[in-house]
């Protein structure tokens, strides 16, 4: 069975500054989604960012990236000039590529605080 | 695109008793996921249609929950005499899907679930 592992619970960044979410995850599949999604307070999950595992480049969206490493199953989150509207929890996720695996197991998620 | 929309946003109801929760996917979306989510942790998936066929049913779904999606539109989650551990944010998702290719999944601002 799949595994996602994220150790911070917790990540405090200052405005305007860069902040890093780690995630790594368990599979013996070679091919693969992982992604990123936010969840703000009371709100609903939202997609980040998205990477699929047969590509090497990392995926960017905006000031958002990630570092894919296959061969140590890292897949953590770059926030780049981060704004107070980023504070929310932030959970990682894989999903197998084949008819059986269309669900998202997800990490036990990163509470990213934003200080003014 | 009104998005995912579940109902109710919130139910309190006392043990032992049923409830049946409503979600409502993006209209062109043919693959409808439910998920669980205890307070601090990721959200669990617990079924998966695809259409009106239900497709993957996780272990967590215990034989006190059924889940149905008739005429591939609109799915309920029901939870018969409900306990204590059953409290949680149940997820809805929707995804635009064909064989093994699958866009991302959408989620509703979810029901939370309180057992008095």
């Known amino acids: 069975a799949q595994t996602v592992t994220q150790s911070q619970p917790e990540m405090s960044v200052q405005e305007a500054e860069t902040v890093t979410l780690s995630c790594t995850y368990d599979?013996?599949?070679?091919?693969?989604?992982l992604f990123w999604y936010k969840q703000p307070p009371s709100r609903q999950m939202i997609l980040v960012i998205r990477?699929?595992?047969?590509?090497?480049q990392n995926a960017t969206e905006n000031r958002f990236s990630v570092n894919f490493q296959k061969a140590a199953k890292s897949f953590s989150l770059k926030i780049s000039d981060s704004q107070l509207g980023d504070a929310a929890m932030y959970f990682c996720?894989?999903?197998?590529?084949?008819?059986?695996?269309?669900?998202?197991?997800f990490g036990g998620g990163t509470r990213l605080m934003v200080k003014p | 695109d009104t998005g995912v929309s579940q109902n109710p946003r919130h139910k309190i109801t006392k043990r032992g008793q049923n409830v049946t929760f409503r979600c409502d996917p993006i209209?062109?979306?043919?693959?409808l996921y439910w998920y669980r989510q205890t307070l601090g942790q990721g959200p669990e998936f617990l079924t998966y249609?695809?259409?009106?066929?239900?497709?993957?049913k996780s272990r967590l779904l215990s034989d006190r929950f059924s889940a149905e999606r008739p005429k591939g539109s609109f799915s309920t989650l029901e939870i018969q005499r409900t306990e204590q551990g059953d409290s949680a944010m149940y997820l809805c998702?929707?995804?635009?899907?064909?064989?093994?290719?699958?866009?991302?999944?959408?989620f509703g601002d979810g029901t939370r679930l309180s057992i008095l």
């Open positions: 996720a894989y999903r197998r590529v084949d008819n059986a695996g269309n669900m998202l197991t």
């Open positions: 990477q699929e595992a047969y590509k090497q």
């Open positions: 998702a929707s995804s635009l899907g064909s064989g093994v290719s699958n866009q991302p999944q959408h």
């Open positions: 209209s062109e979306h043919n693959r």
């Open positions: 599979t013996s599949e070679s091919d693969y989604y």
């Open positions: 249609f695809q259409n009106e066929a239900q497709l993957e």
